[in-house]
Each structure stands twice: as structure tokens, then as C-alpha cells.
């Protein structure tokens, strides 16, 4: 069956034209298989080596440079739908939950942590350290 190559994401011909990878780089052009027979010379094998790793080295960092710029904005878009969704299923969320995030905003977001109350008492053997709500962490 025959197919688009650009529209099998699987393919290099969709990667390119979607702007998911590199189109235009002098290092690609390395890759690119020549046909023609060299005679032997270690000299020259040597060399195209160290040419072959350096170009590597390159690709690489480049890539990660495209990579990066290509996935600059997606923390903001992530938060973004993050909250969305917090915000479309408020109705979801624990009670005690929306009563916090309901005082955080009264107070402007501003709420002390350090003023909640804090007790500690041992129980067995160990020391509990008791939270403002009534929770629970074992100090050891």
C-alpha cells in the first residue's frame, strides 16, 4: 500500500517538514554517502576519523540546541492547561484543599506557614511532630 511519507510521523521526510528536526546544517551534507572509490592511505583515514568524530560532536550539540528552542514555551503552556484543569474540576478537589486555596487568595497568596501551630510529643520512643491540622510526621 502506498503511502505519504509526510504524513507517517515515523518517517524523516514528516520529522522535517513538521520542524521537528534539523533541515538545513552543514553537518548533514557529511552524512550524505559519496560513491566514489579513494585508494587506500592511512594518513588520510586517520584524518577523516578525528573529521567524522568532530562533526559528530557538532550534530550533537546543535541538535540539543534546536531541541531546547523547540521546547522553550512548554512549561508556560503546561501550567497553563494545569490550571485550566484545576480550575474546570474545583468540584473534584478535597474540601480542605479549596478552603486553603480560598484563604491563600484572600490573603493575596501570602500565607505564613511558619505561623501554623507546631507541638511535638513522643510516642514510642520516637518524636511526632504535629502539624496545624492534626498531621503527623515521625521525627527520628
Not at 505519504?4 to 520542524?19: C, D, E, V, Y
Not at 592511505?41 to 560532536?57: C, F, G, H, Y
Not at 474540601?95 to 507546631?118: N, P
Amino acid at each position: 500500500m502506498k503511502r505519504n511519507p509526510r504524513k507517517l510521523k515515523w518517517t524523516k521526510a514528516f520529522r522535517k517538514s513538521a520542524g521537528k528536526e534539523m533541515v538545513v546544517d552543514s553537518t548533514l551534507t557529511f552524512a550524505a554517502r559519496r560513491n566514489v572509490p579513494v585508494r587506500y592511505n592511512r594518513d588520510l583515514v586517520a584524518t577523516t576519523l578525528k573529521a567524522m568524530q568532530r562533526v559528530s560532536e557538532i550534530r550533537s550539540r546543535r541538535e540539543r540546541v534546536f531541541y531546547k528552542n523547540r521546547m522553550a514555551g512548554n512549561k508556560e503552556r503546561e501550567r497553563a492547561a494545569n490550571r485550566k484543569l484545576v480550575a474546570e474540576s474545583e468540584h473534584l478537589l478535597p474540601k480542605s484543599l479549596v478552603s486553603e486555596k480560598a484563604d491563600e487568595e484572600m490573603l493575596g497568596g501570602l500565607v505564613e506557614k511558619a505561623s501554623a501551630s507546631i507541638s511535638v510529643k513522643p510516642a514510642k520512643g520516637k518524636k511526632r511532630l504535629i502539624v496545624g491540622h492534626g498531621e503527623e510526621m515521625d521525627i527520628d
